[in-house]
């Protein structure tokens, strides 16, 4: 080769390595996930049928079980709406974030929140449903919140604009907001989506169409369900969230309502929800609690059966607020699919807490006994997490926060006081993963009474200390996982 020929080859070798190494650095980072995030309010584990033994059938929110992975072992800070809601956005304990109480509380939202870090890092971001934090959301590309706990029928939901009525069924109406506002996203974006349902919190108002659902069954008691709280604390014994005790009559129990004298016994408030209701609306409400009413009051029950009778009232009614949650869980990745968004989308289903349906007596949530404590948690990513695990390491709802920051490539600020749950999702649980599980319950007297208390959860023993009450319990949950016998 001579000189020239030399000099020409090593420039061809030149300007292909520099073209190689551009398209190298041209090549497209591999996309970040989206994320839909769906939360329910007070949805018990035990009323999902991937947990096991439940009375109702949820095939849509199964089905994320069997694409994803189901935690058997995934517990709240703080088992009350507006503490797990900062806890989630924020990943801090109540202490930290502020947040201790339902009370008087204004969430900061000057605060680092996973949503508004995902946002600052270029992700498009919505809430839409039950937020219950006081302040407005700060953080999110779109907003449409209902006020406070939320209405049920024909609710109220606000956003930037204003307050307006919106018609139909709130977990209609939450999931339609949600599809409407990925319909009109920035599609060049990945998107993050809250979709936090107000179902099937207290007072238990079903979608019309599933009145009369679980009519024909009988859904018998839990066997703690006439539990005497003979070994436990006064904590236990003084509560007000008895079935057989504490739910009200018209409220609750829709006792009142029959064909002939619909609103007599109602007080206003009532007659606000049930107000809610367009006129047919509320005749087809009335129409079904009226036979099974005017049966009720004609058989006269007294003690354990009406005991009994108010639980299958109120589970079944809370039952069939969940039908319509678990449809619209099916609606969103119907959408997903559609719109071959699926394979790259993260879903999270979860509940803010968990739920008494029944156990030791009991409806609302509050205690660190397990029905409470512990609360749903279900994950699908495709090509990620192996369709079908089950997972029973302990994570809590405050890990969310840093996983999700975590999958979008986003760093955890160093506040955050939970741990990225990825490595769990991939099946490579750190050795040093959480052993204990710190919880701490603020809230005392009020509507439901139950004490103050702080306590912590190993994988076989649980201690609770009612520090007001100067009361200890302890629990063997190898050989007590009810929860019967403090030792
Ligand atoms: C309402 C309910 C309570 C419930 C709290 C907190 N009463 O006050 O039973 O414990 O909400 O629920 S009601 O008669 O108004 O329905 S939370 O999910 O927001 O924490
Ligand atoms: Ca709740």
């Known amino acids: 080769m001579n000189h020239t020929a030399l000099k020409i080859s090593a420039l061809i070798f030149l300007l292909m390595s520099i073209i190689s190494s551009c398209s190298e650095r041209q090549q497209p980072p591999a996309p970040r996930p989206n994320i839909v995030f769906i939360m329910s309010d007070d949805h018990g584990y035990q009323a999902i049928s991937a947990y096991g033994d439940s009375f109702n059938h949820t095939p849509n929110i199964d089905l994320l079980a069997k694409e994803g992975m189901l935690f058997n072992r995934a517990f709240v800070n703080n088992s009350l709406c507006a503490p797990s809601r900062a806890a989630i956005l924020t990943g801090k304990y109540s202490n930290m974030n502020g947040i201790k109480g339902n009370g008087n509380e204004v969430f900061d939202g000057s605060q680092e929140t996973f949503p508004k870090l995902l946002h600052q890092a270029g992700y498009q971001t919505a809430m839409i449903g039950k937020w219950h934090l006081v302040s407005n959301p700060i953080g999110f590309d779109f907003w449409n919140i209902l006020p406070g706990q939320g209405a049920y029928y024909n609710p109220d939901f606000i956003d930037s604009a204003g307050t307006k009525r919106a018609e139909g069924y709130v977990a209609d109406l939450t999931t339609d907001k949600a599809i409407d506002w990925l319909n009109g996203r920035d599609t060049s974006k990945p998107f993050c989506v809250l979709v936090w349902n107000k179902a099937p919190h207290r007072d238990w108002m079903p979608a019309l169409k599933y009145l009369h659902e679980f009519d024909s069954i009988n859904i018998p008691v839990p066997s703690t369900f006439f539990d005497d709280y003979s070994t436990r604390t006064r904590a236990a014994k003084e509560q ?41 609306e509320q005749a087809a409400f009335v129409a079904a609690y009226t036979p099974k009413n005017e049966a009720f009051k004609k058989a006269g029950l007294q003690g354990k059966e009406l005991a009994i009778w108010k639980y299958e009232r109120y589970i079944k009614d809370y039952l069939r607020t969940i039908q319509s949650v678990d449809d619209n869980v099916g609606r969103l990745m119907d959408y997903l699919k559609e719109k071959g968004l699926d394979k ?21 949530k509050r205690f660190m006994y397990e029905p409470s404590f512990r609360t749903s948690l279900i994950v699908k990513w495709p090509g990620v997490i192996k369709p079908g695990s089950v997972n029973n390491e302990m994570v809590m709802n405050l890990d969310l926060a840093e996983t999700l920051l975590d999958v979008a490539h986003v760093k955890i600020p160093g506040g955050m006081q939970g741990r990225s749950m990825l490595p769990v999702w991939e099946g490579k649980t750190p050795e040093d993963w959480r052993r204990y599980v710190y919880y701490h319950y603020y809230e005392s007297g009020g509507e439901h009474n139950v004490a103050k208390h702080i306590g912590v959860r190993s994988d076989r023993y649980k201690l609770i200390d009612y520090y007001e009450n100067k009361d200890w319990e302890l629990y063997d949950l190898q050989k007590d996982p009810m929860e019967l016998h403090n030792v």
């Open 240 to 280: 007000k969230m008895q079935v057989a005790q504490w739910l009200a009559a018209n409220y609750d129990l829709k006792e009142n309502f029959t064909v002939s004298e619909p609103y007599q016994r109602l007080d206003e408030a009532w007659k606000n929800i049930f107000g809610g209701l367009i006129p047919g």
């Open 344 to 364: 790259n989308t993260i879903v999270v289903y979860t509940s803010d807490q968990g739920f008494y349906l029944g156990e030791h007596g009991w409806f609302d």
